[in-house]
């Protein structure tokens, strides 16, 4: 099992940049896709940027593209979003989740607040 711990959140300004980190507990860190979801106040989790085991295949959100950034280090048991050009409908709570097959551990999440 692996737990993940995500760190960075917190309140930016519009146009502003904030990275994100997860350390997740696994002996077999490397085995994991890695994603992340967020939720904003009385919406959906949704999806937000994934990356695979090797770290060479990435996806986005299409609100996101070109201004987030995932990767990972598989050294460090660890995954980054790097968020740039922040709006303010990027505000909400950000998940990190470890992915085996059908299974999904996620951490406890990170508040991202954008002031316009």
């Known amino acids: 099992q692996v737990q993940p711990v995500e760190s960075g959140g917190g309140l930016v300004q519009a146009g502003g940049s904030l990275r994100l980190s997860c350390v997740a507990s696994?002996?077999?860190?490397?085995?994991?896709?890695m994603d992340w979801f967020r939720q904003a106040p009385g919406k959906d989790r949704v999806f937000v940027a994934g990356?695979?085991?090797?770290?060479?295949?990435?996806n986005y959100a299409d609100s996101v593209k070109g201004r987030f950034t995932i990767s990972r280090d598989n050294a460090k048991n660890m995954v980054r979003l790097e968020m740039n050009s922040l709006k303010p409908e990027d505000t909400a709570v950000y998940y990190c989740?470890?992915?085996?097959?059908?299974?999904?551990?996620w951490g406890q999440g990170t508040q991202v607040t954008v002031s316009s």
């Open positions: 990356i695979s085991q090797s770290g060479i295949n990435v």
């Open positions: 696994a002996r077999t860190f490397s085995s994991y896709r």
């Open positions: 989740a470890a992915g085996s097959g059908a299974v999904q551990y």
